[in-house]
């Protein structure tokens, strides 16, 4: 493991690792960071290899200052990110907004583990899915994306970084202890074979650029400091220009292209992994660790001559409307295992619009949800009357 | 003549270029101490012969905060509080970028407090300008940790129970490498402290004085702007060099001045430079070997 950004091959990894690795491969060169179980070994990792590739691992007094610190690195000009778990990610809310407001690309890891407070630190939850949407004050839209495997906290990490620097927007890795903690099988590919992808730079020179003009794609260039472009940046409700205008009309057109920058780009952000679809009459929509134990309850399903089939959300925001609504006008059954008390679910029922039943397979954290648990609610609904 | 003819009509400002001029006029009252701060700035940024592209102003909230919008630079106006950490990770990201922190006194050592302590230890390489006015008064006045003990604000109707933070004493003893105090009277000082510490490698911290009749000088004796800029004048005393420990801003008798810390002691970069990617002894590094006889306690 000499100095490499990139460290090519095959190895039996933990999924904490895996996210720092997808992170160094993106050209991640800033981490700011606090220690907190389950995602500490991020931070660890980091602070050993950061250094040897020119980089800065800080850790600092708080996840606040944490936060705060990789938006600063960001219009420095580097690709930074940022771990944590549920309470830290409580703290990290406000500059995450002040990062959405001002646009600012970034990655932050949430390793979840089960709450509310102190919670269960050892163990997994994911209880912070809607924290994620919402957990910043105002109206905004935000990507997050949820891996169910160790490859996948490597190759999420790397598209994590892609949206953020593609869309100017902190992308948020919904991970959670299982997936931090289980060492798998992961790959990493060679350096030509990984895809990244820059923030576009102004064209324009420094007196005719304007920061929020936004291009055909509703997302705007990006000058970062020291570039000569002079540039101000305020999380207050502001023009083009990035100045500061208090009335309803500034605050409609930001906010509106807040949504639209995700909400119009959301057929390339959204994606998700259909196994079995085409035929099925019951589907499981999952994330996640929860993804894992569909999978397997889902095949199950199958050798028993049950029809099952499953959504497993890659993104998770934005939602996979569309979708939702398709598969629900033509199954007997939506099913939605998580490890909270019903947060996803939420959303899943919204877009099947009572087109089908929509069944929730809850647990309030601490172990995974069993396959058993879930192959017991498919087979529950086959019961239901089918279309 | 309209504003508008005037300026074409006027000789340009010999701060034009350093300031957003078309985003005047500024939101500050009259009688404001903050933006005499803002000309001591900028004439410390032109007279530090930094090149201005690369040299950034981050702010927290508040009325100083406010400043970041008014500068011709890379500006950044950020959260409450988080200046600090925000311009750590600008800085460590790019050290060639001179970086500077102008907020106010509940912004950066009331909700900032454990932010400023922790670059003052890691000796984080900025330059931090605390425009001090006694209390909030964006929000129209309420009591900080600066305010002194029995000044009214509008949540100490009858006096201030606190006792409030000596800022300087507080700096020097995190480790800042350059401290300095002023009021908004002395402005040649306050441009020389800022090209100072800007000049230095390491955390370096100036703190103005200033007034703010609106919020906090009508509710207290000090009266309005020039009231309060004569009571400077009677009551300040220039200690140089002094331990800022001794420098209290004790408004019934005497509000202590200074240039009190200048100097030098190694930067997080020089520090990470050596433990992160060179070669760092065992810790503890113990010179000599211990022998029973020159144990401590024997």
């Given at each position: 493991m000499a100095n490499k950004a990139v460290l090519t091959g095959t190895y039996f990894m933990n999924g904490d690792y895996a996210c720092c690795e997808g992170a160094l491969a993106s050209g991640c060169r800033f981490f700011a960071g606090y220690p907190i179980t389950p995602a500490t070994e991020i931070a660890e990792r980091m602070s050993r290899r950061l250094p040897e590739l020119g980089g800065i691992y800080i850790q600092m007094e708080d996840e606040i200052a944490s936060m705060a610190a990789i938006l600063g690195a960001s219009w420095g000009g580097v690709k930074a990110m940022t771990s944590t778990s549920g309470p830290g990610f409580s703290l990290m809310m406000e500059n995450i907004g002040f990062g959405i407001c001002t646009e600012t690309p970034c990655v932050i890891c949430n390793v979840q583990r089960a709450g509310p407070s102190t919670g269960l630190p050892t163990l997994v939850g994911q209880g912070d899915m809607m924290q994620a949407r919402w957990g910043s004050h105002g109206h905004y839209e935000i990507i997050a994306l949820c891996p169910s495997s160790v490859q996948e906290m490597f190759d999420f990490t790397i598209r994590a970084f892609n949206l953020s620097e593609q869309y100017r927007i902190p992308v948020i890795i919904m991970a959670d202890e299982v997936i931090g903690h289980m060492n798998e099988r992961i790959v990493i590919p060679p350096e030509a074979e990984i895809e990244l992808v820059e923030r576009r730079k102004p064209a324009a020179p420094p007196g005719d650029?304007?920061?929020?003009?936004?291009d055909a794609d509703w997302v705007a260039p990006m000058a970062n400091c020291?570039?000569?472009?002079r540039i101000h940046i305020t999380g207050l409700t502001h023009d083009e220009r990035g100045y500061p205008v208090m009335d309803a009309d500034t605050q409609a057109q930001m906010v509106n292209r807040l949504i639209q920058k995700i909400q119009s780009n959301r057929d390339t952000i959204i994606r998700t992994e259909n196994i079995y679809l085409d035929d099925a009459e019951v589907v499981v929509v999952a994330y996640g660790i929860s993804a894992r134990s569909a999978k397997q309850a889902v095949r199950e399903a199958r050798a028993c001559g049950v029809r099952a089939g499953l959504i497993k959300l890659e993104t998770v925001w934005p939602f996979p409307e569309k979708l939702i609504r398709d598969v629900a006008t033509r199954v007997r059954a939506l099913i939605m295992p998580e490890i909270n008390a019903g947060q996803m679910v939420l959303e899943v029922e919204r877009c099947a619009g009572g087109a089908c039943p929509v069944k929730l397979v809850s647990h309030f954290g601490g172990s995974i949800i069993h396959p058993r648990t879930i192959l017991d609610a498919i087979k529950d609904s086959i019961k239901i009357k089918g279309k | 003549m309209t504003t508008k003819k005037a300026r074409e009509t006027l000789p340009q400002h010999p701060m034009e270029t350093l300031l957003r001029s078309e985003r005047l006029p500024h939101i500050w009252c009259s009688g404001c101490g903050i933006g005499t701060v803002l000309g001591s700035v900028m004439a410390a940024i032109q007279k530090s012969g930094y090149d201005q592209d690369k040299i950034a102003v981050v702010s927290g909230i508040g009325c100083t905060a406010r400043m970041a919008g008014y500068i011709r630079l890379d500006s950044f106006h950020t959260t409450h509080g988080r200046a600090i950490p925000f311009a750590t990770g600008l800085k460590l990201a790019r050290p060639e970028i001179k970086v500077l922190v102008i907020s106010g006194d509940g912004d950066l050592l009331a909700i900032g407090g454990n932010h400023f302590i922790h670059a003052a230890r890691r000796n984080i390489d900025i330059t931090v300008i605390c425009v001090n006015n006694l209390n909030y008064g964006m929000t129209g006045g309420q009591l900080g940790p600066s305010t002194p003990f029995g000044a009214k604000t509008t949540t100490s109707n009858s006096g201030c129970p606190e006792e409030p933070f000596n800022f300087c004493y507080l700096a020097s003893a995190c480790g800042a490498v350059y401290v300095a105090r002023w009021t908004t009277l002395h402005i040649r000082r306050v441009t020389n402290s800022i090209t100072e510490a800007m000049q230095k490698r390491g955390f370096g911290f100036v703190e103005v004085l200033a007034p703010c009749p609106t919020s906090f000088g009508r509710r207290n004796k000090i009266g309005n702007a020039l009231d309060t800029l004569k009571f400077y004048h009677e009551r300040s005393v220039i200690r140089n060099d002094i331990d800022p420990k001794d420098a209290p801003m004790d408004f019934s008798s005497h509000i202590v001045l200074g240039k009190f810390v200048d100097t030098e002691r190694p930067t997080f970069i020089d520090n990470y430079q050596q433990a992160c990617r060179g070669q760092m002894s065992d810790w503890p590094d113990i010179g000599s070997k211990v022998t029973p006889g020159n144990q401590a306690g024997q």
């Open positions: 650029y304007l920061p929020y003009h936004p020291g570039d000569g472009y | -």
